[in-house]
C-alpha cells in the first residue's frame, strides 16, 4: 500500500489529523499503577513511561515484544565542503556492517530482542550541496518521506528510527537552525571533527541557510532544502508510527532534527514518542528542551545508528514489564500501608 | 564451603588482601575498542563500562550472560519507633511476593534474564532497636555477613544485590552517618513517609548514633550497631563478588550504605562496582559521591529490591554486545577516518 501522500502539502495535511492517545486506556494503567505491590510512585520514571505506553497501545496493560529498529541511510552532497572526519564512501561500508550484523546497533538489537530494517537511500545520488542549491527536489523529499513512511513493519509495538549517513550532523544543524533560528550554534563535532572542522561546519551551515533563505519558514521546505533522505525518512516513520498509535523512541541529534520537523508543523505530533538519550553531540539537549523533552538516559553516547535508543528500549521494556506484570496488594496478600 | 570469616576482624582482614582488575585484559580491550567501527568515544560510558568489566572478567571481550540479582531481607526493631509507612509485617509478606513472582524485581529479572534468589534473615526475630542497644550481637551481624558471602552462585558474571526490610531507610542512614558524619541529614522519605514521620527518623537516627557513639568509628562496628541483617548480607556478597572476580552493579541507598562500610575499611573496595542508578531517596546522590560513583541511570526510582540495578544490568548487556560483538574497520571493511 502506497503511503497516503504524493505531496508535501498532503503530508502537511495529514499531520493536522493526528490520532490522540486512549484516554480510558491511561485511566486504567493509572487506576492499575496505584495497586502494585509497591509504593506510590516508587518505580520513578518506569511508572510514567508504562502509562503512556498504555496510553498509545490502547490497553491497560502494555507491551513491548515486537520493538522495530528502522535504520536509514543518505549521502550529502554537503559532504564535499569537508565537514566530516569521515569520507563519505563510509556511509555504504556501514550499511554493508549493518547488513553483515557488525555495528553497535545490530548487537544492541539482539541483545533487546528488537527487529532490525536497514533501508538504503540512493546511497549513490547524494543529495545536492545545500551552500549551492536545495538539497532535494519535492519529489525526492516526498519519496524519501515514504520510504520512511513504508518502512514501518506492521504488528511493531515499539519503533527506534536511526540513522546512518556520513555530514548529517551538518544537514541536522543547518535544519535545526531553519526551524528554531540560532544559526550556526547548532553545530557540534559529529563522529569527531576537530577545532577546524567545527569553524568548517558552522560557515556551511549558514551558507546553507542564507542560499535557502527564502523558503526556511517552512518546516517542510527546511527539510527539504536542507535535510537529507534519511532526515526525511526518519519524519515518515515517525509519523506513520503515530498514525498507527505504534510509540517512538527518538534517538540523538539527528533523529530529533527529524522529529522537530513535524513538531514544528503540529505540537502535538510527538505526544507519542520519548527521548531515548540526550547525546553528547553539543546541541543534542537544547533541541530535545525545544521538543519538551526529558531524555530517559544520559550515557554520552554519539554515535548515531539508532543506538542510544536502542539502549532506551531496555528501559521501555523494563518499565512495562513491572507495570503489567507485577501482582497487586490485593493478589499478593501485601499491606497496602 | 563456610565463609572464610569467622569474626569481625577475620572479615576486616580478609578486606585487605582484596584482588584487583587484569591489567593485560584491561589493556587488550581498549585496544580491541580503538578498532570497533564507530568513531572514537562514540559509544560515551558504555566504552568505559565494557572495559571496566573487561578487567574484572580478565578477558577482552567480556559478557553478561549469568547475572545474579540477590534479594535479602531482614526486620529492624527500629520500626517500633514509628519511623515507615508501612507496618513491619510487609517485609515478609513481599518475600512471599517474591517467592511467587509478583514483585517489580521479578519482573526486572525476566526481562534482562538475570537469575533471582531470594534470602530472608531471620524475619521472625528483628535486630534489636538501635536506640536502645545495638542492632546486633557480633555473632549476628557475622552470620549475616556470611550469608550474603555465601549466597553468590558460583558461575555469576554480574552481580546485583537488592533488599527488603521495612524501616531499613532509617538503619542506611543511621549507618551513613556513622561512616560519613552528619547525623540525620542522611535521612528521607523511604517508601514515603510525611513530614512527621521524616522528623521522627531523624530523632530516632540521632538517637541510634547517641546510643552507640562509643564504636562507632569503627566501620564494621557501626554495621553491627546500626545495621540490619539484610544491610550485612548485601556487604557480604559484594566483598565476595570481589574476590571472585564479579562485577557488582550497586542499587540504591540502603545497598550504598552497605558498600559503603567496605569502602571506609578500605578505599579500593568497591573497584569491581558501578553504580547502577540514583535513587529518589534524598541522600542516595550524596552517599555515591562519598563512594565515588557516578550512576548509570537517573530514572527517580526508590523501591530497593534491587531495582534500579536491575535495570542498569540492561546498561551493562548493551555495554559489553557492543563491546564483544562488533566488528572491527577491518573486519567489515570500513575506512576508519
Not at 563535532?189 to 577546524?196: E, I, K, P, Q
Not at 515517525?238 to 517512538?248: E, S, T
Request: hydrophobic share 50%; proline share 4%.
Amino acid at each position: 500500500m502506497p503511503a497516503p501522500f504524493e505531496s508535501l502539502s498532503e503530508f502537511r495535511d495529514l499531520l493536522q489529523q493526528l490520532p490522540v492517545p486512549d484516554a480510558s486506556a491511561i485511566a486504567a494503567a493509572r487506576a492499575r499503577d496505584a495497586v502494585l505491590t509497591k509504593p506510590p510512585g516508587a518505580l520513578g520514571r518506569l511508572e510514567d513511561v508504562a502509562i503512556w505506553m498504555a496510553g498509545w497501545q490502547g490497553t491497560a496493560c502494555p507491551v513491548v515484544d515486537r520493538p522495530l529498529i528502522l535504520i536509514f541511510a543518505g549521502n550529502h552532497g554537503v559532504t564535499a565542503q569537508g565537514v566530516s572526519a569521515f569520507p563519505a564512501a563510509v556511509t555504504a561500508q556501514m550499511v554493508g556492517n549493518f547488513q553483515q550484523g557488525g555495528a553497535a546497533i545490530n548487537q544492541l538489537a539482539k541483545a533487546f530482542g528488537a527487529r532490525l530494517e536497514v533501508i538504503a537511500l540512493d546511497l549513490d545520488r547524494p543529495t545536492a550541496d545545500f551552500t549551492e542549491q536545495p538539497a532535494m527536489t519535492e519529489g525526492e523529499v516526498v519519496a524519501a518521506l515514504s520510504a520512511g513512511w513504508n518502512a514501518v513493519v506492521a504488528g511493531s509495538d515499539l519503533l527506534v528510527t536511526g540513522e546512518m549517513g556520513i555530514g548529517n550532523t551538518t544537514a541536522a544543524a543547518a535544519l535545526a537552525a531553519a526551524l528554531y533560528g540560532g544559526g550556526a550554534g547548532w553545530v557540534g563535532r559529529g563522529t569527531g571533527v576537530d577545532d577546524a572542522g567545527l569553524a568548517v561546519k558552522g560557515r556551511v551551515v549558514e551558507a546553507g541557510l542564507a542560499r535557502n533563505a527564502q523558503v526556511l519558514a517552512d518546516p517542510l521546505q527546511a527539510l527539504r532544502c536542507l535535510g537529507g533522505r534519511e532526515i526525511a525518512a526518519m519524519a515518515g516513520a515517525i509519523a506513520r508510527a503515530r498514525v498507527d498509535r505504534v510509540p517512538v523512541v527518538l534517538d540523538g541529534f539527528i533523529c530529533c532534527a527529524a522529529a522537530a520537523v513535524l513538531a514544528r508543523l503540529n505540537p502535538a505530533a510527538l505526544d507519542h514518542a520519548v527521548a531515548g538519550h540526550v547525546s553528547a553531540e553539543a546541541a543534542h539537549g537544547r533541541l530535545l528542551a525545544h521538543l519538551g523533552k526529558v531524555p530517559l538516559l544520559d550515557l554520552g553516547m554519539r554515535l548515531g545508528e539508532g543506538s542510544g535508543a536502542a539502549l532506551a528500549i531496555a528501559v521501555v521494556k523494563g518499565a512495562v514489564a513491572c507495570h503489567s506484570g507485577m501482582a497487586t496488594f490485593a493478589e499478593a496478600g501485601v499491606s497496602d500501608g
